[in-house]
């Protein structure tokens, strides 16, 4: 096996992460008909608040099912995305997001505290995403409040 390197642009390296992010939009089915997976380099790495880092497309199917199987919708706002390129293969994405998840709603700003504000760091090389770590509240639903004093006085706002 021969080790390749293709030289890519901040630009290309943000096209594969928009399509990856697409794709969960669209259940995990990228905008040529294939899987979400297929995205991935085969031994990169998803890391998911609470449920861990996933190594390798076999784990990562299995983080990406675990986590979808609570959505019953998700909507990314492409339009409101803030990009960080690091000149090299590291980029950040900050965006924001409405769905359902399976105890209910959720959209970024309702409530302010609530679910939907996320951050991606990837890096991205030979067009396929080696590695990604999501940083957002898994709380979809809002449900977790009992254990957070600063949320005890403020209402739910849904």
Sequence with gaps: M??????????????????????????????????????FATDAQVYFPKWGLASGRDEIGRLFGDVGATLKSIHHHFAHFNWIFSGG???????????????????????????????DVFEIRDWQIQRCFIYLDPDYAGQDTGRYPWLADKPNQR
């Design 2 to 39: 021969a080790l390749t390197r293709q030289t890519m642009t901040d630009e290309q390296r943000k096209s594969v992460a928009v399509e990856y992010l697409k794709a969960f939009d669209n259940a995990g089915v990228t905008s040529g008909g294939g899987s979400i997976l297929e995205l």
């Design 89 to 119: 293969d590291l980029l950040v994405c900050e965006g924001t997001s409405h769905g359902e998840h399976r105890d209910g709603p959720w959209r970024a700003g309702v409530p302010a505290w609530g679910a939907g504000h996320w951050c």
